[in-house]
C-alpha cells in the first residue's frame, strides 16, 4: 500500500532544521543504528534495509516495497519564500490499506516531534582540542573542521600556546557554514574561496559578520541554538586573546 500525506512546516523554521528535525523523529521510531537514510536537497528516503531501498529504486519507485520505507519531500510555496509544504509518503508490502491507521498515528507523532528541538550537544575536551557536537554519530564518519586560534611569532611561525580549539564534525559545521560564506568570496589571492581540504585564516572583523549571521540562524534553527551559542562564544573569547582564528578541514 501506499499512503500519502501533506503538512504545512513552520515558516520561521530553516529547511535545514526541518530536516534535522525528521530525521531526529526517524531515529526515534526505528533506533539510531537501525534503517538506512538517503539525504538529497529537499528529500530524506528512510528504510530498515538498504536492500528494500534499492529495490524500490530500480523497480522504478513502486506503491509497493518488501519493508516499509518512508519518503519525505519538501516543496517550496512560493519561490524563495522559505516556506515549505512537507510531502510524506509510506510505502509497504501490503496490498491492502490496513497500515493507513498506523501511519496516521505517525504522521500525528512527527508533527509532534517537529514542534520540538531535536538534539542535546555532546561536549567532549582532549588535551588541546574540545569535540563538540550536536547531530553527529559515530558511524557517520570523521570528516570535520578545526578552529584554532592564530597568532605568529616574531618568525612569522605560529605562535604556540595560544589556547584549545574546537573539533566539529560536517554533519554539524554545515550550519555554522552559513554564516561563514558571508566572508567568501574574497579578494586576497588563493584566497578567494573556502577551502575544505586545507587551512583558512579568517580575521577579527569577517568573525564579527559571520557572528551576527550565527545570531539569526539560532533564532530560525533552535535545535542548534545551543550549539551555535557555544561556538559564538568560544570565537568571542578567543578574539579576545587573537586577532585570527584559523579552520582547518580534513576533506
Known sequence: MRYDTEIACTSYLTLHEQKRRIKSFLIEYFGAAHFFLVETGFSITAVQEETAFFEWINAGKPDRTTKEL???????????????????????????????????????????????????????????????????????????????????????????????????????????????????????????????????????SEWKVILNHWSKLAISNPSSAEFIDYVSRWVIATLEQVDEIAIEGNL
Open 70 to 204: 518512508f519518503h519525505f519531500k519538501w516543496m517550496e510555496q512560493q519561490k524563495r519564500s522559505g516556506h515549505f509544504l512537507l510531502k510524506c509518503s509510506f510505502y509497504n508490502r501490503l496490498e491492502d490499506n490496513g497500515r493507513q491507521k498506523q501511519f496516521e498515528k505517525i504522521v500525528l507523532q512527527m508533527k509532534a516531534h517537529m514542534e520540538h528541538p531535536a538534539s542535546t550537544l555532546r561536549i567532549t575536551q582532549k588535551e588541546k582540542i574540545i569535540d563538540v557536537r550536536q547531530f553527529h554519530h559515530r558511524a557517520d564518519g570523521k570528516i570535520g573542521y578545526g578552529l584554532y586560534p592564530y597568532a605568529e611569532d616574531e618568525k612569522g611561525h605560529w605562535r604556540e600556546n595560544l589556547g584549545v580549539g574546537l573539533w566539529i564534525y560536517r554533519e554539524d559545521f554545515h550550519l555554522l557554514y552559513e554564516g561563514i560564506k558571508e566572508v567568501y568570496p574574497r579578494k586576497e589571492k588563493d584566497f578567494e574561496n573556502f577551502d575544505d581540504t586545507g587551512m583558512n585564516f579568517i580575521r577579527k
